[in-house]
């Protein structure tokens, strides 16, 4: 491997790195405040990034109605951002009123949750197949491509927005989780869910926060997936969600930096794996890890163990 | 023969020594008590006995073999069983099953013989009820037997819970806080029932309690904990006057007072 | 004679249903449900005994169903017929089929037992969630291997398995698959029921309740854990085998996650730790489901939702952990089992 097409592989790793640190997020959030593995998180994505395809050909005029204006790309590309974050978020906050809350408010096993959390998922996915059909949609090209050359290693400036845009996310969670009341009162509730309400935290407000910061989240991930693969089917978040989820649980479940490393370690594994074994291999290595992983370290790099008592 | 040896033991939960050069040994018959403010690591001394924790340094020798290394249900084979602070049962099954469960290390059948059938499975299972019904005739629990615990009094569960831990045939026994929770009158049933048990199956008895009524009633031996180390031993009378005990539990004031 | 009466009633039962499928009462389409409903019952049956029994959340079935069913293919292909991957190297002869059609499908079971070991072993020190991850890693990781096996078919899949089942009708016609399925039902159910009766098939139960209670009361979890495991994906490999031949055509996409969706389903809606209930749930949801088969993709938000809507408001499923004998007492003493 000469080392021009090993830098093309590391900005490679970033930017997968990049699209499963996003979604871990997601994972982790609301990991850390409910203990619930919210396996609908992957569908969220791929909601986010069908709703990213109807705002885009919305605003652009080629879908349902045609503007009487144009506005540029760039524009376009933003509004788009915005609107799906916001709307993909009122998705995700739908689901955890209707889906979670109600068991929550029973008193329901975590065993429940977790198996309608799994359900919502498969829901998400069979009702846009069942509504949307299964054919492929291709998502309008809102950035054109600019193909940077640097001492041999190519990249585009998509790419560059992808991994700029997940550093940025980053330090924004990291400053709202550690800095701000509201962050505090996330951590509180992963401590104590019985005692943060009697100290006057409005729980489910905190909890709403929380699924919103997940969704919007994973939206934008949805919306620059594909504007770097611009190809949306109902099933396309199953995979990349399962993927993030190995990343989060890989860095710790529950850790916002975890998410990331661990989002950065499995985009760096995969890509240097397919660069040795046949592309079909990926998911199984992937797969391979997480089984190693849980069985040897099952709180991951960052996570700490909770102490059993008798 | 000692029946149980602490040997130097220490323990530490991550940067915190939980246990500090602990030595003790316990003869056969004895009736011992292991006292200390909250959190001085006296659920951590039965937890290592257990197995349920691996000392960091040192060596647990029961009955002269070393035990610092098996794994909980092998301690609990070799006959040293015991409660827990908060009872423990399983609750989704009844009592007599409770107290056929905990005789898992004894079954002398394998699963296949469970599956097929076979006599051996079918002489121990009725080997296995027998005795659990035995031992709830003598505790006086066997209306209780197909009763799930959690619907029992508190007493009465705690009392099953011990009837557990007979189950086992165990020659020592280890009682975490029996008393805790419990009225006056079930306390005095419940020194009673110690007393009665200790003689009926020759047992060697340890137990930690804050309940001085217990202690003071039941023990020969005590030992008092605190951060770990053993700052006092004797018997229940020499205990109550150290100094050292008051300080632990009252603060240096309440030590200069009971000096005064 | 009491004792032997659930039994007589049993093969009364499948005697019937040999009778009308040997003299083709029912119509292709209502055999081939009625086997499903079988190879069902195997698959719901013994995912309880970890999802209900155990309580643990085991989300990877299908992934133990596509190594019996891919075991038991190519070994019956290889010793019976003369197109599979081992050309003639293992081939015996079509006539032995009828003798050790049983056999191959219990190596199948063995085979997948193995496979659960992957599981079984990351259960001693995981639980929860986490072993939930481990148990749907192992469903990809077993899908994704036999994608990447060319020699098998990869993700075309592999048939010819129809081969076989003539094979034995040639010797004698009888509806082989039928009773075969019915006497693997009978057996699995009754291994299911006394492990799980027994004393030490209870230390299942005793670490669903408390772990920890039941590994310092004596109770060996790592081995129970590992019987269990194996037990459940043991037959769920036999039930995949089965289900390989009466469909005779597998592909690794068969056994994904809906897959396993599918059998957590029927286990939930039976109730957690009730082995009459999952046979009744078997037989209900197989049937649903081919009545929902007209609205086709929207079968799929419809089972999701239902699972929820019963997580909302009967949690226990229809049976809750009672067994038959609970809900109607008077059947316990027709089916007595030994009392001591």
Redesign the interface.
């Known amino acids: 491997m000469d080392i021009q097409s090993f830098f093309q592989d590391v900005l490679n790793a970033f930017q997968w790195g990049s699209f499963y640190a996003l979604i871990a997020l997601g994972y982790t959030l609301v990991y850390g405040v409910l203990l619930l593995i919210n396996f609908a998180h992957g569908d969220i994505f791929m909601v986010g990034a069908y709703i990213g395809f109807f705002v885009a050909t919305f605003l652009l005029g080629t879908y349902a109605v045609h503007l009487p204006f144009h506005l540029p790309h760039l524009v376009i590309f933003v509004l788009t951002l915005v609107i799906t974050m916001i709307l993909t978020a009122g998705v995700g906050v739908t689901l955890e009123r209707v889906a979670y809350r109600p068991l929550r408010r029973k008193g329901a096993g975590r065993l429940y949750i977790v198996i309608t959390a799994l359900m919502a998922g498969l829901i998400l996915e069979n009702g846009n197949l069942a509504l949307l059909g299964a054919s492929r949609k291709a998502f309008p090209t809102l950035i054109h491509d600019t193909v940077y050359t640097v001492a041999g290693v190519s990249f585009t400036n998509i790419r560059i927005v992808v991994i700029l845009a997940a550093l940025a996310v980053f330090l924004f969670l990291e400053t709202i989780v550690r800095k701000t009341k509201i962050g505090m009162a996330m951590r509180a509730i992963s401590f104590d869910r019985v005692a943060v309400p009697l100290m006057g935290i409005p729980i489910d407000t905190v909890i709403v926060f929380t699924f919103i910061l997940g969704s919007s989240m994973a939206a934008l991930a949805g919306v620059l997936f594909v504007s770097a693969y611009p190809v949306l089917e109902p099933y396309m978040g199953a995979m990349i969600g399962w993927k993030a989820f190995i990343a989060a649980v890989v860095g710790g479940i529950g850790d916002i930096r975890g998410a990331f490393i661990g989002g950065f370690l499995l985009g760096f594994i995969e890509i240097f794996v397919a660069a040795v074994f046949p592309s079909t291999f990926r998911d199984l290595i992937s797969f391979g890890i997480l089984l190693i992983f849980l069985s040897l370290k099952p709180t991951g790099i960052f996570g700490v163990a909770r102490a059993q008592k008798i | 023969m000692p029946l149980l040896e602490f040997k130097q033991i220490n323990h530490f939960?991550g940067g915190l020594q939980a246990v500090h050069n602990f030595n003790l040994t316990l003869e056969s018959g004895e009736l011992i008590g292991l006292i200390g403010p909250n959190g001085a690591g006296k659920?951590t001394i039965f937890?290592l006995m257990?197995g349920?924790y691996k000392p960091t340094q040192g060596d647990i020798l029961f009955q002269e073999n070393s035990i610092t290394h098996l794994?909980?249900?092998q301690v609990?084979?070799l006959g040293l069983?015991?409660t827990?602070?908060n009872i423990?049962?399983?609750?989704?099954?009844t009592v007599l099953?409770n107290l056929?469960?905990?005789?898992?290390?004894r079954?002398g059948?394998?699963?296949m013989d469970?599956?097929f059938?076979t006599k051996t499975?079918?002489e121990n299972?009725?080997a296995?009820?027998?005795l659990a019904m035995e031992i709830l005739d003598i505790l006086g629990l066997s209306s209780a037997a197909n009763e799930y615990p959690k619907n029992l009094p508190y007493g009465l569960q705690r009392r099953v819970e011990i009837g557990?831990?007979l189950t086992?045939k165990p020659s020592l026994l280890l009682l975490?806080e029996p008393a805790a929770g419990m009225n006056p009158s079930d306390i005095d049933k419940l020194i009673e029932l110690i007393r009665w048990i200790r003689e009926r199956f020759h047992l060697t008895i340890w137990l930690i309690e804050h309940q001085m009524k217990v202690v003071m009633s039941l023990c020969e031996r005590l030992c008092v904990l605190d951060f770990g180390q053993i700052i006092a031993e004797g018997s229940p009378s020499d205990v109550k006057n150290n100094p050292r005990v008051i300080s632990a539990y009252l603060g240096d004031e309440g030590a200069d007072d009971a000096e005064n | 004679m009491r004792h032997y009466l659930s039994l007589i009633l049993y093969l009364a039962v499948c005697l019937l249903i040999v009778v009308t499928f040997q003299q083709n009462w029912l119509n292709p389409y209502i055999q081939i449900v009625m086997m499903f409903i079988g190879i069902n019952v195997m698959l719901s049956s013994s995912l309880n005994l970890i999802n209900g029994y155990m309580g643990e959340f085991s989300c990877g079935h299908a992934g133990f169903m596509a190594v019996g069913a891919y075991a038991a293919s190519l070994l019956n292909m290889g010793l019976f017929t003369t197109t599979s991957v081992f050309g003639h190297s293992i081939f015996i002869g079509p006539r032995y089929a009828v003798f050790l059609f049983p056999v191959t499908l219990i190596i199948a079971g063995v085979a997948a037992a193995l496979v659960g070991l992957l599981v079984a072993i990351p259960s001693f020190k995981t639980r929860g969630d986490y072993l939930a991850i481990i148990t749907l890693a192992v469903n990809y990781i077993v899908k994704s291997s036999i994608e990447n096996i060319q020699v098998i078919g990869g993700a075309r899949g592999f048939m010819g398995m129809r081969q076989v089942v003539t094979a034995m009708t040639d010797m004698i016609d009888i509806p082989w698959l039928m009773i075969w399925i019915l006497a693997f039902i009978g057996i699995s159910i009754v291994a299911l029921k006394r492990f799980v009766g027994s004393t030490y098939g209870k230390g299942v139960i005793a670490i669903r309740d408390d772990e920890i209670a039941a590994e310092i009361m004596s109770v060996n979890t790592q081995r129970v854990k590992l019987i269990a495991f194996m037990l459940s994906s043991g037959i769920a490999g036999i039930a995949g085998g089965l289900f390989a031949h009466v469909l005779g055509y597998i592909n690794p996409g068969t056994f994904t996650i809906m897959k396993s969706t599918e059998i957590m389903v029927m286990v939930y809606l039976g109730g957690m730790g009730s082995l009459s209930g999952s046979v009744m749930s078997a037989i209900l949801f197989t049937v649903m489901l081919e009545f929902l088969r007209p609205l086709q993709l929207f079968k799929w938000v419809l089972i999701p939702l239902l699972l929820i809507v019963l997580m909302l408001f009967r949690p226990e499923g229809l049976m809750g952990n009672r067994e038959l004998t609970d809900v109607f007492p008077r059947l316990r003493r027709l089916f007595s089992s030994r009392e001591y």
């Open positions: 939960f659920t937890n257990s349920f794994k909980p249900h609990t084979a069983a015991r827990f602070q423990r049962m399983w609750n989704s099954m099953e056929c469960i905990s005789q898992h290390y079954m059948y394998s699963f469970a599956i059938s499975y079918h299972e009725k296995v009820v027998n557990r831990a086992i975490d």
